[in-house]
């Protein structure tokens, strides 16, 4: 039985399907990502999780909690990182979590202690005396990871939370990320960076118009499209009919062939490149330039459902 289970969750608006019979597990400790365009039915799962929406048929269990039965003790147990940034602009980001801590009944002694502690884990404790409205857009939402984290929850919600950051902020979260997680949390992160999931997630589940159109390992996933690199080799001259038969015969791993272009699919693209450029060399092939791409999540939604992911 793992720490988060999803069962054949389902929720509607009106006759409009958002969620579609959904299930998942997540064990305790593990970055759950759920990876999928707008409108995918993502904030809706984690909203149900938050226990913010009620579920049309199905349930979530949080460590044997069920939202529908319990959720005052899932509530308890998570922290929850929305999209939109809760946050009182004049106050400064000590005084926000200050009152974020009230919220959660924390003691006053406890409270300094953990404002403090997550100051330094979104590392904006030398800002902290300053109003959130001098603040950058990635310096809000990191504060309103502090906030999440408060009342140190074993399980933390994050809804998209790198959408619209700078850089620097999008590497402190990510790396926040990362910590909690080896200090046992269990994190849901959704996000429609491919880039991210992959960097970040134990488990992730690939989510359109509604449904789970596969889940895994980041590794397991990019299996599903072969997991080989492309090599991508640009001519300088088109190719004869002739010289694409020799081509064929000579190279024995699976290949594209056009006249502007081949490509090949190969275990280890770098591994293999000089081999390929030498033979090609020896064929009298004259290379333009090449390119190796490695099997990615993107490469992976696209196959399964006909659409780019940032569509
Ligand atoms: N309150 C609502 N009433 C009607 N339809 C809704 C409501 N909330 C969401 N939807 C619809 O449900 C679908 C799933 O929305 P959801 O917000 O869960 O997707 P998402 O994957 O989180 O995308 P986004 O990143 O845009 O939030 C969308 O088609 C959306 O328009």
Same mark, same amino acid.
């Given at each position: ?9 389902? !929720? ?18 593990e970055i759950f990502g759920?990876l999928?365009?707008?409108? $995918? ?8 999780? $938050?226990? +913010? ?35 009182? *602009? ?11 801590? =009230?919220?959660?009944? @924390? ?21 902290? !005396? ?10 809000? =939402? ?25 850089? %620097?902020?999008?590497?402190?979260? +990510?790396?926040?990320? !990362? ?10 992160y959704?996000? *429609?960076?491919?880039?991210e999931i992959e960097y970040l997630c134990d488990k992730v ?8 159109? $596969? %889940?895994?390992t980041v ?16 001519? %300088? ?16 791993? !699976? #290949? ?8 090949? @699919? ?11 450029? #030498?033979?090609?060399?020896?064929? #009298? ?16 939604? +696209? *196959? ?5 992911? =940032?569509?």
């Open positions: 039985m793992g720490f988060v289970e999803v069962k054949e969750l389902t !929720k509607k608006y009106g006759n409009f399907t958002a969620v579609d019979k959904i299930s998942f597990t997540i064990n305790k400790g759920l999928g365009p707008n409108g $995918a039915g993502k904030t809706t799962t984690i909203s149900i999780l $938050a226990t +913010l929406l009620e579920p049309t048929s199905g349930d979530i269990v949080v460590d044997n909690y069920s939202v529908k039965k319990h959720p005052n003790k899932v509530r308890e147990m998570l922290g929850f990182v929305p999209q939109e940034i809760a946050l009182y *602009h004049s106050l400064s980001a000590i005084e926000n979590l200050t009152f974020w801590g =009230r919220m959660y009944n @924390l003691k006053e002694k406890e409270l300094k202690k953990r404002v403090d502690y997550v100051l330094d884990l979104v590392s904006l404790s030398q800002r902290a !005396k300053e109003p959130i409205k001098n603040y950058s857009g990635g310096m809000k =939402r990191r504060i309103n990871i502090a906030v999440g984290l408060l009342h140190n929850p074993r399980l933390l919600l994050m809804d998209e939370p790198t959408v619209g950051v700078d850089p %620097q902020s999008r590497n402190n979260i +990510l790396e926040t990320v !990362k910590n909690l997680s080896k200090d046992g949390i269990t994190v849901i959704t996000s *429609h960076y491919m880039e589940a690939i989510m359109d118009s509604g449904e789970i159109k $596969a %889940q895994g590794e397991e996933l990019k299996a599903i499209v072969g997991n080989k690199d492309t090599i991508k080799v640009f001519l %300088q001259r088109p190719l004869s009919s002739e010289k694409i038969t020799i081509l064929k015969n000579t190279f024995n791993f !699976k #290949g594209e062939f056009t006249d502007k272009e081949i490509s090949f @699919l190969v275990d280890n693209g770098s591994d293999q490149l000089v081999d390929i450029l #030498g033979k090609l060399q020896s064929l #009298g092939v004259e290379v333009k330039s090449v390119d190796i791409i490695k099997p990615n999540l993107e490469k992976v939604f +696209l *196959h399964l459902t006909g659409k780019s992911l =940032r569509d």
